[in-house]
């Protein structure tokens, strides 16, 4: 199974090939060159030529420097332990310094500055700067993720591994064991996964695959207990398995579900999870029935907790919504980008089985 490296702040960043960074880091740059050029402006209407002029110089070099820099992080470069600071400092200010070249040939090409070594120079060197700027913000940015993480699965180990369900699973296992010695067998080998992936945890972030099979084997343990009362339905591509989501996300949706939508109702409850690609992304949707009456309300740190993770994650390039819906229900979405140009050998066997049925 092929996990991704966790974060460094000494690597190459690839946060760079995020959306939200691209924006920051854009607005950054031309925020720095507008208030550069406000100091040299005799009125306001001269600042706001200047700015248009020089932005038409900037703007590119930037999206070179965001390109280069993207392509970089996600090379994965191999670089000796002790290197990677002075390295990854080297490659990304030289980068910038070249890129600052770019702005300032592009410049004295539309005759807005003179083609001396001292504006040359000026213009190199602002380039270094920002790009240094931006990668220390990186680095401050992945370190503030990183004990984040961490301090969210220890909470999460309280709240989403409750002392009651244990008991449940415990007693349901006991009572099987007479019964029904593989089912119980089972239920202990779910339970023994869960608090694994909970207690020493899988990294950072997981495939999308790793989730589902996790809270299968929650909704596995939970379906002894509840019997004909719990009703759940999967419908998962395989095309969506390999998008990178934190570790331990699915799981507390899914209690969620059970917890607020089966446990409290006499007749029981359904649940349904469906994952799918759509443009480049996977969407994946909780749906479960309310009771009747007045829902059983909680205090919502679950849902609070899966989006600021997710957000830690994926910044901007994520969405999540929940809610009451129509029908008497309540409907968790989530949306994750896809990894392009990589797939699970789970949807490889899945798709080669399809095609295997096919006459």
Known sequence: ??????????????????????????????????????????????????????????????????????????ARLRVPQRAQPAVAWLVLCGLGAACGAMAWTLLVWLGQIDEGWPTGLATVGSGAALSGAVFHWLRQRTRMRLPAGTQARLAELQSRIRPHFLFNA???????????????????????????????????????????????????????????????????????????VPSLLLQPLVENAVKHGVEPSPTGGAIRIRAQARHGHALVTITNTVPEGRPRKGHGMALHNVRDRLQLLHDLDMRFEAGPIEGGRFRVRLLVPLVKGTETARGSAQRQKDKEKQP
């Not at 854009?26 to 050029?37: R, S, T």
């Not at 209407?45 to 900037?58: M, N």
């Not at 299968?216 to 998008?243: C, M, S, T």
């Open 1 to 74: 199974m092929f996990m991704p490296p966790e974060s460094d702040p000494n690597d190459l960043p690839d946060d760079l090939c995020q959306g939200g960074v691209v924006l920051r880091t854009v607005l950054f740059v031309h925020g720095v060159v507008a208030l550069g050029l406000g100091f040299r402006a005799l009125s306001v209407r001269q600042w706001l030529v200047d700015v248009s002029v020089v932005v038409a110089a900037v703007l590119p070099a930037t999206l070179v420097w965001l390109l280069a820099a993207c392509a970089l992080g996600r």
């Open 170 to 244: 415990l007693n349901s296992a006991i009572a099987l064991v007479r019964v029904d010695p593989a089912q119980a067998e089972a239920v202990l080998e779910d339970l023994s996964e869960l608090f694994r992936a909970a207690l020493v945890g899988s990294g950072e972030r997981v495939t999308l695959g790793e989730e589902v099979e996790l809270a299968q084997r929650y909704l596995a343990i939970e379906q002894v207990r509840f019997g004909d009362r719990l009703n759940v339905r999967w419908k998962i591509d395989p095309l969506v398995e390999n998008a990178w």
